[in-house]
């Protein structure tokens, strides 16, 4: 043995793994060993890695301050030591365990003899938390003990015993105090738990008191939830709510009352020790409000089924839900101090994350549920409007059939007394089988179906040669169609309803807003902005499809139907078609839907603007390729398309009015009068009647757009206008005779003309034109006697402000009714020639 001693490996080897007390004991053996061997260097690493083991670290050296504080503090509170210690150099080493083992080799010595009674000193008693520390810092302190494996593993065994025995007793302590509701002892022993690691047993603790009641889960019936009469968007109701939100308040507040309680008990027993309160909102909208949410749309489903209703709209009450959730269990929760100052900021997140399927849902399929109302919205006016229209018609039809029974009872007695056979219109064998009305204007067929039984029945009547019957067949045939033509073109304006467009409109401008509520929600950023796109052109599409091209492509189809000269045809006249009523003016009908067409771009223009730019769900600079935005240039140029047209054939009818004008209004005497008699009236030397009626249907129309589109098509329209109606002055002279005595008449008149162009109209491009129509009239003023003057005049084509070549001149002056006479001397100024110069070769 004294040989092993002399080998200094050997000695540091055996000294390793003794305790404490044997070491020392070791060190004492010999001279030797006590000098030689355990001593300096190999002494300071015994004691250094017995402080590492307990987790302090070795430094090379300490400031004055700490060196000191070593040398001042013999007697260390067992509590305290470890904050105080946290570092040592390796010549302090052993004095500074010295005083860890002062400290705690009494409780290491209890634990290894098993001795747990009186365990904590009486200072200790009533202080849980002390108790607690010093038996983590026991643990800590044995961790010294680890070079001796059964020292340590005996201590560690009991420690582990009476460690459990503490906390089953702080467990018990909890229960006891929470039922009596002392919350502040129960905080105490939260805190014991906490500073002993047992923080799942805490937690454990918060959540059993922290358990839901069942009742509080149970769901309204759906009559008490849902609204059965639900707002419609667009009226004049703010909410657009489908769950009655009192009833849906009813629900949640008692479950926001229960969080924020939860949320006032974590403060008092967690304060901001451990948070706890997080992870009790986290499950709560796991295992409560995703339950809630899922029932109910579940409930909703059923509800619109048995409603008759899209079962499969159940997510358009998600906003609702999703909105008062963040208002619940978002803003109404009470400030936590155990949260911290971020936590509605972080309860708010929660509820996005679990919340975002549920929105993901509602956005895909929101889009597919306002189309579907949208559509059934515009079909439903197009119902009732074909229905108002086939009120109307059979309005007509039972007026003709009326008039005709009267005209059948008329010629029944005419016919009688002329001995005329006659089939009694008044016997139920003879009596004409009408038909009634047509049922639905959705089918022409039986419109005209019904309309020719009526006409052969009519024509039954009377036992008429065929001629006589096949014409009168005609003549009410026509009265019918100018009948349904005339109440159709007063409808035109009723085709577009701007109500129904603007309610459609603020109803996108809702969802729009429903949907971009949810922009808050980053990651579906880009899926919100896609669908509040799609919504947009859903609306333009719509509009487009199923109400304004409709509605452009009937007034058109009406329009070119529309014949005004058509009842001057009629031979048999009833009263609904007096000129007062029949004579309806196309333009002024179109007009009005022209005017409507213009303020539906200017919402939808607004809208784009206001709406979509500023929220940058459309980026104009970047999206310019966007199909949203091509929807609307295509449904802008879509309408200014049926514009054009709709006003070409306007005009053309205008046209068509004002030529029949001429030819019915304008008397050959106007501007050919008889010679004057002794007993003829003097005439007023003022435009003819023919031309202030012209004038007067004039001024009707070129200014119906004023106001109703931009001023480039009011100008392209009235220039259209003047020109055409120049043509028409044109055409109506070169038919016209015209005498010297005459001309002064028509001199009034073409003046007539050139003041409403120049004054009224005023568009520059067109008075030209009648200047060279006012010069027009000086061909007729001059004398038959002045030949030579009057060629003279047709050859100086600048007198006509270029507007006519001689071609044209020489056929107006052919209508001079002393052509004949002054033919030959005109020629012979006009072209330098006579009967005399001509030789046949």
Known sequence: MDGLLKVPEVVINIASFLPTTDYLSFQQVNKQVHDSVLQGENDSKYWSLKLTRMGLQMVRSHDTEDSKLLNDNDNEDPIAIFEVYKSFTSQESKKIFAKFYHCYNSFAKKLYNNNLANFFPNSYSNDPLKQIKTLNFIKRYNLSNRNDLKTYSKIDTNFNILREIFINSVLKEMELNYQSNDLVTVARFIKVLLVSNEEN?????????????????????????????????????????????????????????????????????????????????????????????????????????????????????????????????????????NAGSTFRKVAHEFLDLYLEPFVVNYLNQTTRVFESLISSQLVNYDIQFQDKEREQNEKIYNSLKDQTDTTSTNNNDSSNSHSTTIISATTPEAEPKLKTPPQSVHSTNNISDDKLDFLSSFTKIFKFSNNENQKLKQQLQLAYNLNLISNNLQNIKSLISLDLCYKILHETSEKTDEIYRFHTMENLLPLIKLRCQEIFKILITQLNKNHVKPAFEKAIMLLQKYNPNELEQIEIKFDSLSPGNSRVEPLV???????????????????????????????????????????????????????????????????????????????????????PSTNSPIRDIKPTK????????????????????????????????????????????????????????????????????????????????????????????????????????????????????????????????????????VEKVMYGLGIRDCCIM
């Open 589 to 675: 009908q179109f007009t009005e839907l022209i005017n409507i067409g213009d303020i539906i771009l200017q919402m939808i223009s607004i809208f784009y603007k206001n709406e979509l730019i500023p929220k940058k769900i459309i980026d104009k600079n970047k999206d310019f390729l966007n199909d949203v935005i091509q929807s609307k240039k295509n449904f802008e140029t879509s309408i200014d398309d049926f514009v054009a047209e709709g006003l070409n054939i306007g005009i053309n009818k205008l046209m068509d009015e004002i030529s029949f004008v001429f030819k019915t209004l304008q008397l050959p005497d106007d501007y050919n009068p008889p010679p």
């Open 201 to 337: 047993n805490a937690i454990e603790f918060f959540k059993s008191k922290a358990d839901l009641p069942p009742s509080l889960t149970v769901l309204p019936s759906n009559d008490e939830l849902f609204l059965r009469e639900q707002p419609q968007r667009g009226e004049d109701s703010k909410s657009t709510d489908i769950i009655n939100p009192e009833t849906l308040d009813k629900l949640l507040d008692p479950l926001r009352d229960f969080l924020n309680e939860k949320i006032k008990l974590a403060d008092i027993l967690f304060q901001e020790e451990f948070p706890v309160i997080l992870q009790l909102v986290e499950s709560f909208i796991q295992d409560v409000l995703l339950d809630i949410l899922s029932n109910i749309l579940s409930n909703y489903s059923g509800f619109l089924k048995s409603n008759d209703k899209d079962s499969k709209a159940n997510y358009e009450c998600l906003p609702q839900l999703y909105f008062t959730f963040i208002k619940k269990f978002g803003t109404e929760l009470n400030d936590s101090v």
């Open 690 to 825: 023919c031309a202030i009626r012209v004038v007067e249907l004039l001024s009707n129309h070129c200014f119906l757009l004023t106001g109703a589109t931009d001023k480039g098509t009011i100008d392209v329209y009235q220039q259209e206008i003047g020109e055409r109606f120049f043509n028409e002055i044109v055409k109506h002279l070169k038919k016209s005779f015209i005498s010297t005595e005459g001309a002064i008449w028509l001199i009034c008149d073409l003046n007539y003309f050139y003041d409403f162009i120049a004054n009224k109209l005023k568009q520059k491009n067109v008075v030209p034109y009648f200047v060279g129509l006012k010069s027009i009239g000086q061909l007729y003023i001059i004398s038959g006697k002045d030949s030579k003057e009057l060629g003279k005049l047709i050859s100086d084509l600048g007198k006509f402000n270029g507007i006519f070549t001689q071609e044209e001149i020489y056929e107006f002056v052919q209508r001079r009714s002393d052509w004949v006479r002054v033919r030959k001397d």
